[in-house]
């Protein structure tokens, strides 16, 4: 069954995906570094969905230079500063969690971000040595853009704004698209 169908039906997945640029985790322990609520005190992140789960392979990528989501299931990644993300990406490590412990709540965050409040020891994992080739083989449509494309695109109001994001970025090129490596359209 599909991540999303798996929320729709508030079925909590079997397993989920953490991914970080330290390769060496044994133990995912809470923490509220990125924190998406001051109320919910420290979680771990995890996603069902791997594409999405690549896009947090680079930790230092902020909000600032970059937008995530997903439209019509395909989950994308914007970038307006292409070198700092090259200077950044020293690849990194999915980490496959088992989902019993976590829990979601759509009106927090991504739709597909569950979280967990307990120590968690990850049942496998897959090492990359670049994470733009992991974001590009899992199949995380990646947009190098300009900071005034990514301002534009900041600018739109959700989810009223969602025809006007697919139209511009169907009309801006993905490094799937220009690398013909998993390109997807979002309708």
Do not use: C
């Amino acid at each position: 069954m599909e991540f999303l169908e798996q929320l729709e039906k508030k079925e909590k997945p079997d397993f989920l995906y953490h991914a970080s640029s330290n390769k060496n985790i044994e133990e995912l322990e809470p923490r509220n570094e990125s924190v998406r609520d001051l109320e919910e005190g420290p979680v771990v992140f995890a996603t069902p969905d791997i594409a999405m789960a690549s896009a947090f392979l680079i930790n230092e990528i902020d909000d600032k230079v970059s937008r995530r989501g997903t439209i019509n299931n395909v989950p994308f990644m914007i970038i307006s500063n292409r070198d700092l993300f090259q200077k950044l990406d020293k690849g990194g490590t999915i980490y496959k969690l088992p989902g019993d412990s976590f829990s979601n709540d759509p009106s927090k965050g991504l739709k597909s971000e569950w979280v967990s409040k307990k120590n968690i020891k990850p049942i496998d994992r897959t090492d990359y040595d670049s994470a733009l080739e992991a974001m590009l083989e899992n199949g995380l449509q990646v947009y190098f853009v300009d900071d005034n494309f990514l301002e534009m695109i900041n600018k739109i109001k959700m989810p009223e704004g969602m025809d006007e994001l697919i139209k511009i970025l169907q009309e801006a090129k993905s490094e799937n698209q220009i690398k013909n490596i998993n390109y997807k359209r979002f309708i």
